[in-house]
């Protein structure tokens, strides 16, 4: 049972455009929500992380909007550029619980962004 | 800055073989988790280590067996190979005290032929 579900599955927007990718949890006991970029052959890399008491997060053209009601979180690309290509995937992890730290990703997006 | 080791990078062993992967996790980082991640599928947790000790097992098979040394570097030693195994290994160092900052190393890649 995947407990972060992701989608879509892939995704092809145009240089300059806006990517969106959506993840919903179903276990309230996360309080960490990452997003990882990941490069074929390399280990997913954090680009950017949001906690459930806040609605959005940005660093650069990259922000997370989080409704914690709904329990969903999406990731925003903006003005993406072709080395945006990429898969993503959302994590999620309950952190203040010891012995249970691990991540759970979502099934991943791949990316590609054409010029 | 110093990042999470692992080694080798790539590894080719036959059916029934044993393999040992193994990391360093960033200097000062107490936690140490093993994810498996098959071509195309997102990475599946297996094991993790705090202060040396197992905190928590994912779906790691039995075959599999992990530990974390005085040092903080852990290995995972596989045996009796098999050809489903093949796949990206990935190791991630943490700090426990929450601070959320999981960094992945670049992966060990296992054929298994």
């Known amino acids: 049972q995947q407990q972060v579900k992701q989608s879509p599955q892939s995704l092809i927007v145009q240089k300059g455009g806006i990517s969106i990718i959506n993840c919903a949890y179903e276990?309230?006991?996360?309080?960490?929500f990452p997003w990882y970029q990941q490069f074929p052959g390399k280990g997913p890399a954090l680009l950017i992380a949001i906690r459930p008491d806040v609605s959005e997060k940005k660093e650069g053209r990259f922000t997370i909007s989080f409704n914690k009601s709904a329990k969903q979180f999406s990731l925003h690309i903006m003005d993406s550029q072709p080395g945006d290509s990429a898969t993503y995937f959302c994590a999620a992890v309950s952190e203040s619980n010891f012995g249970n730290e691990k991540l759970t990703f979502g099934t991943g997006t791949r990316l590609t962004i054409i010029p | 800055a110093a990042g999470v080791i692992q080694s080798p990078r790539h590894l080719i062993k036959e059916k029934r073989e044993t393999a040992t992967l193994k990391c360093y996790p960033i200097?000062?980082?107490?936690?140490v988790y093993w994810y498996q991640q098959g071509p195309g599928q997102d990475p599946q947790f297996l094991i993790s280590?705090?202060?040396?000790?197992?905190?928590d097992k994912g779906s790691i098979p039995d075959r599999f067996s992990a530990q974390q040394f005085s040092d903080y570097h852990s290995e995972l030693n596989m045996s009796s190979l098999e050809l489903g195994d093949s796949a990206l290994y990935f190791c991630?160092?943490?700090?426990?005290?929450?601070?959320?900052?999981?960094?992945f190393g670049s992966g060990t890649r296992l054929t298994v032929v």
């Open positions: 200097p000062r980082h107490d936690t």
């Open positions: 276990n309230t006991a996360f309080d960490y």
């Open positions: 991630a160092s943490s700090l426990y005290s929450g601070a959320g900052g999981y960094t």
């Open positions: 280590f705090y202060e040396k000790m197992q905190s």
